[in-house]
């Protein structure tokens, strides 16, 4: 089992950046790829990102590409997600996941889900 709690969300302005950190327990956490979800009201999840296990490779959605950086410190089993430019658009509760996968895309390569975090951009 794995036990994932983001942090970090909360209400900002069009324009401001704002970092998501996810911290994982239950499983050691450089065997695990790990990504970022995104859910807006009415919304199904959508993919974010992706960052392999030892951090070799990353992969965006092309909605937040060159704005959002995932990165991991297996060091400290924490993932964290940097949102810049943030906008209106990007309002919704994120969730970070782990995936026994090397570089899964798709939600349901995701085995370990978090809570989620509300991320909310005012214009």
């Known amino acids: 089992q794995v036990q994932l709690v983001e942090s970090g969300g909360g209400l900002v302005q069009a324009g401001d950046s704002l970092r998501l950190s996810c911290a994982a327990s239950?499983?050691?956490?450089?065997?695990?790829?790990m990504g970022w979800f995104q859910q807006a009201p009415g919304m199904d999840r959508e993919f974010v990102a992706v960052?392999?296990?030892?951090?070799?490779?990353?992969y965006y959605a092309d909605s937040v590409k060159g704005r959002f950086i995932i990165s991991r410190d297996n060091a400290k089993n924490t993932v964290y997600l940097q949102m810049n430019s943030l906008q209106p658009e990007d309002t919704a509760v994120y969730f970070c996941?782990?995936?026994?996968?090397?570089?899964?895309?798709?939600?349901?390569?995701?085995?370990?889900w978090g809570q989620g975090t509300q991320v909310t951009v005012s214009s």
């Open positions: 996941a782990a995936s026994t996968y090397a570089f899964p895309g798709n939600s349901r390569s995701y085995d370990y």
């Open positions: 239950g499983r050691t956490f450089r065997s695990l790829a």
């Open positions: 960052i392999s296990r030892s951090a070799g490779n990353t």
